[in-house]
């Protein structure tokens, strides 16, 4: 046997993940006996002499050595029971791989002639898994995207679909145990974006000419573009297409699966290459012959348990029909091995995998394979040659002339320089190129001939060398061959020969060789190690003076390895061999040193991961180290023989079948893609051929693949229920007699197994629905959580077949669990959030809630479709959920002051999420909410109405009436609370009617009240304010004046907006009163203000025209008036007479317009005030002109209405009062009176106006 430290395996072939079956007897704890001979036993335990029997007596002593250690323990040190239980560790591994060695021939035979099962084309094909590193890149490249730092141009709307996504989904912990279980892949990803987007572009508005489809698409594009990051699309297609593990999920050739199963079991490469070459698996007649060996021996197997009538204890039929099933077993695979042409070995496996540039998992080592030909093999060499002297010339003077000449085979020649006789000496190197691994060189010594007639110079002698690469590299003296009856016979060279290794010659030298297909003969030939390429390698073994090899092998698949002696071969000293399918190569040196470095250098062309080691008594033994049951050793193959020729009828097939598939779904699982549990067309096909060649019952299959899968579901792996439910009911069918394999014998074995899955799945399903948030993260994988529903269904069933089970029991079981699942949501709430039991603030409350609302709408979104048949359970489940919140939730608001009003958020918060879920709304927590938050409401609305009155009466008290806004510092503030406590009761969204219409009623009275009192202080300011102004043309409209009528403009403004009800809810014949008395009152005020200052501004004028009173024709002031005026105007420059009051009576109102159209806001009011304005004043003067109808005007007196006249009808024409006013009666009249006038006076007295007209002219001085 091979020591352990020759079959360490070092390279990783072995699956890291693969559980090892754990021994649960020291004696027989490997037993491998037939299924039906080990059921048939019953308590016996007898054992039969299949080939793995032999290591049991050594596990037997082994046990024994142990329990006499244990006795000598007592006395003992602790060292030697660490060694004990060392060894029996090791002893352990060594049985168990010896089971998975047994099994891998099984499995070999059932890829290598398979004749019952095909692999699978219509699986469906899995999504690769997403890793913890492209999890983090996602994040970043979804951050990097929010943060600007990307060139995708996306609106808002986008922008904020991909922050929720980020947030609520990339960044979640569920995320992470999804990734972290392998069961998540970008495929998962990308559906819940599209769910998340769906949802939220159905909400968005429809817009002309441009479909809701097509933002879908448009925002999933941009999507792909975020999680491809800066990988085009062609780089992730042509990537995408390159994936190393991509063969996993296709049709596999034979050599594939061979490597798959050889990793699934543990197998080592040289262990497979031993055992398909024992097995013959390439010889398809010797495969066919040993599944009729097969076959033959489970019908003696059959017939000796009908005679002996030794059949399982059954629960369902009787002994008879049990034989008969066993027998029409082995009838059907005889019957389908017949159908079988005999040309063709099998079924063929046409379909391969090339190797991959990035390096596949499986490597196609078939027919397909490229075959080297002599001309790929190409070898290059440099020689230097150096002569450097000659010894023992005799015969020739000393003076002389000699030289040398050098020349490879083939090749050119070259010569040295000449010398002298006496010192025969040159230092001279000649270089050549040559192909030949074996070249040789030819060196000559001549003189120079002295006759006449010679032709040709004298040879004095030659050398012939075979240098190699491996040969010394410094000068020596070589002898001479001389010619007959020379002198010289002691002549000799000092040369030196270099030949430099080519890069692609690895190693090099004579070595024996006998193979199977190439070196046929055990003969020493010259080999050279020749790399082809980056992955070819080729043993070369030539000829001399050849440049192209006489035969070669290439390396690919070989498996190097020390081995002893052979018996029978003459040469060599120590051996090695090269091992592959069907092909065994023997080759040996005469050192051990020479032996070490072929090894090594072929180990590295072959990229094998087993490393040899050297023969055990170079090495010792390691303890810890386990060694295999084989060995490369041609003298030391019993293990080999015993694992071939193990009858398989003699061997539990059912036990051995169970670890075949835990060990491959356990491979499965921790391959690149998510399978949930699916195993790959290649791993479904050698399954079932296993268990149709070998007679594994598929009751028995599906209750090992079950067991498997609940462990796996268990252990936090995410596993698709379709896969349990499938399983289930075909094991539930056939232990109640249904036939789904055509099998009508139940084992009571078969029926305590399916009664212990059960009732293990029925707490399984329990669990699963109870933490289905965290089963089942974001709904994933899709329809998960319903299929667990549908298989929770099938297991209540009372006889699990054909009677269905009550509604009312099944939403029994699931009011249950959702009960048990608010719980432990509500517990993982708490502890995501950080919250400490009794806690008081309110931020945490407000926190806490908005989890209990995302918590409740991500279940709505991704869960509530598979409850979709028991809504009022998942109602149920949210009640009981918020319930929980509730406590917390009373005891943050109990803890707040009285005269807090910071909780209203979280109110708003709640009531919005409640009230748009139609579930929901009105129910147990909704209503408890409102009785919560009623005292509230009413208590701020309370104070609020105190806090305004006393404000409005501080205010105006102390109002200095500077304009802010639309108003008055008061009056802004008064609004301002009035409209954001009415916002407020509107944003509370009050969901009963009754006590959100009298909230609504209450604030618009409120309203009412307070603008009323500020409409009255207000008027009463402004009275006042106008009591204080001068009567003259010195009058200034007050800027306080301004701003109060602008408070009561703003109040009529605002008034429909805080005083009236919604349309439709003025019903009420006491209030739709009330309401217009408030408007009619803000009217009249509004008017009152406008008339006072009007009636202010019309009173200057009235004292002009008093002024110009007293010019009155026949009056006494009149006379002295116009003699002072003329008498002055002798000796000094008097002003035109009228000029100084018209102009003071125009700049007053000029400026009074400018005043009012800048500081008052409402257009309206001005248009109010300049209409009546114009109206008091044209009116005056009219009046003032029919008093005096019999009287002439004045000259000074024409002068000043002319020019107040016409300036002001201009100027309150670009103030925008309108033409019908402007050209009313009033001013026609005015307008004809001071024409007939100004055209008397220029009767009489010519140009003594001035220039002064009626007529419209630009001279006119402003």
Known sequence: MLDPSSSDDTGGESDPEVAREPATKADGSFSLKSGAESRADGSRQRQHTAPLKQGQPAAAAAAGDGHSAHQNLRGGSTGEEEERRERERVQREEEEHKVQLQIYVFVLRCIAYPFNAKQPTDMARRQQKVHKQQLQAARERFQAFLNGETQIAADEAFCNAVRSYCEGFLKSERVCRMVQSGSCSANDFREVFKKNIERRVRSLPEMDGLSKETVLSSWLAKYDAIYGGDEDAWRRQRRGGQRPHLGAELILSKEQLYEMFRLVLGVRKFEHQLLYNACQLDNADEQAAQIRRELDGRLQLVERIAKERRCPELASGDAELYVEELRSSVNLLMANLESLPVSKGGADFKQKLKRSSAGGTFLDLGDDVDVLSKADVSLSFALEVVIVEVQGLKSLAPNRIVYCTMEVEGGEKLQTDQAEASRPQWATQGDFVTTHPLPCVKVKLFTESTGVLALEDKELGRVLLKPTANGPKQAHFQPMQVPKNSQDVELRIKLAVRMDKPPNMKHSGYLYALGHRVWKRWKRRYFVLVQVSQYTFAMCSYREKKPEPQELMQLEGYTVDYCRPQPGLQGGAVFFNALREGDLVVFACDDEQDRLLWVQALCRATGQSYKPAPPPHANRRKADTPSSPISLDLCERQGVEELVSASPCRLDHTRLFGILQKQTLRHRMNDSFSCLGWFSPGQVFVLDEYCARYGVGGCQRHLSYLKELMDLSENNTLVDPTLLHYSYAFCASHVHGNRPDGTGTVTLEEKEQFQAVRTRLMRLLDNHITHF??????????????????????????????????????????????????????????????????????????????????????????????????????????????????????????????????SFPLFQLLNGFLAADAQLCDGPFHKHLQDAFVPLVVRYVDLMESSIAQSVHRGFQQETWHSVKNGSATSEDLFWKLNALQMLALELDWPEPAFAEHLQRRLKLMASDMTEACVKRTKSAFDAQLQKVSKWTELRVPLCACTMLNVVADAKRRCPELCALDTGQETDTQWQHYHSKIDVLIDDAFQDMISALVAKLGAVLDAVLSKLSRYDEGTLLSSILSFTVKAAAKYVEVPKSGTDLADAYVTFVRQNQDILRERIGDELCIEKIFDQWYSVSTKAVCVWLEDRLDLQLHVYQLKSLIKMVKKGYRDFRLQGVADGTLNGKSYVTVYNRLTVEEATLAVKAGDALDGVSMRDSDQDDD
């Open 773 to 902: 948030r965290y089963c089942f993260p974001f709904g994933r994988p899709d329809g998960a959580l319903k299929a667990t529903l549908s298989l929770l269904e099938r297991v209540l069933m009372k006889d699990v077949v054909s009677t269905p089970l009550g509604s009312e029991e099944m939403k029994k079981v699931l009011r249950r669990c959702l009960e048990k699942a608010a719980a432990v949501n509500y517990g993982q709430l708490l502890e995501f959030a950080n919250w400490k039991a009794g806690a008081k603030r309110l931020e945490d409350a407000v926190r806490l809630a908005e989890l209990v609302v995302e918590v409740l709408q991500q279940n709505d979104e991704h869960h509530a479709e598979a409850f979709s048949l028991w809504p009022e359970l998942m109602r149920e489940h949210a009640e009981h959920f918020l319930a929980l919140y509730r406590l917390d939730l009373d005891l943050a608001l109990e803890a707040q002051p009285v005269d807090s009003w910071s």
